[in-house]
């Protein structure tokens, strides 16, 4: 099974701080997003990428950044973050194509606090 | 561009009863179409995938949901639910572009009674 990995499950940070949220992806999958749920919002996109060093900006981009120097990661930077990021952000890749086996995988997610 | 929309935020039923959760979508494209489950605390999990296949498709849990282009819409039922059908659901449009993002609806929380 392809496994998403996000590397911390629960983080709190101070308003201000830079803060990076790790996403790593075992099945060589090209396409990689970064989404933050919030309660009766959904879940919203704020970048994707669609291959190493390729960045899209999604619609919620405002305040973030991205990095993907490598194919199996995907790192979601808050350059200095603020209260309103305080939310639940999940991490996903999906392969090529349009075959049956074409499945989007999600991360478990990182609950980010900012006080 | 593409948008999802959950006509209904939250839905009670009572266990053995059927579930309906409605979705519309619209697309510039031909859609691929999705619903996606959360359980409480826990990671989103595929329920079923339209491609442009079958307009009635089958998933797990005994869920179904039928493609119909002509209202824009793909409704999830269930016949009978049960205790542990009580989540979050999420209609999901897929776009065609590179990347081939996600757009998600606003979700249907559905609350199971005994």
């Known amino acids: 099974d392809v496994k998403v990995t996000q590397s911390s499950r629960y983080l709190v940070k101070r308003t201000g701080e830079k803060v990076f949220l790790e996403c790593v992806q075992d099945?060589?999958?090209?396409?990689m997003f970064w989404y933050r749920q919030d309660p009766g919002l959904g879940l919203r996109l704020i970048y994707f990428?669609?291959?190493?060093?390729?960045?899209e900006k999604g619609d919620i981009p405002e305040g973030y950044s991205v990095s993907r120097e490598k194919k199996e990661r995907f790192s979601l930077i808050l350059e200095s973050a603020s209260t309103n990021q305080t939310s639940m952000y999940l991490c996903?890749?999906?392969?090529?194509?349009?075959?049956?086996?074409?499945?989007?995988?999600f991360g478990s997610g990182t609950r980010l606090t900012v006080v | 561009a593409q948008s999802v929309t959950q006509l209904d935020s939250h839905v009670s039923v009572s266990e053995g009863t059927p579930v309906l959760l409605r979705c519309n979508y619209s697309?510039?494209?031909?859609?691929?179409l999705f619903w996606y489950v959360q359980h409480p605390n826990k990671g989103l999990q595929l329920l079923l995938k339209y491609t442009s296949a079958a307009t009635l498709v089958k998933g797990i849990n005994g869920f179904e949901a039928e493609f119909k282009k002509s209202e824009t819409s793909f409704h999830l039922t269930k016949p009978s639910a049960h205790m542990s059908d009580a989540a979050e659901y999420f209609c999901v449009v897929r776009g065609q572009a590179a990347g081939n993002k996600l757009t998600f609806g606003g979700g249907t929380r559905v609350l199971v009674k005994p």
């Open positions: 099945m060589d999958h090209e396409n």
């Open positions: 697309s510039s494209y031909s859609p691929s």
């Open positions: 990428s669609y291959d190493v060093k390729m960045k």
């Open positions: 996903a890749s999906s392969g090529p194509g349009q075959g049956a086996n074409y499945g989007y995988t």
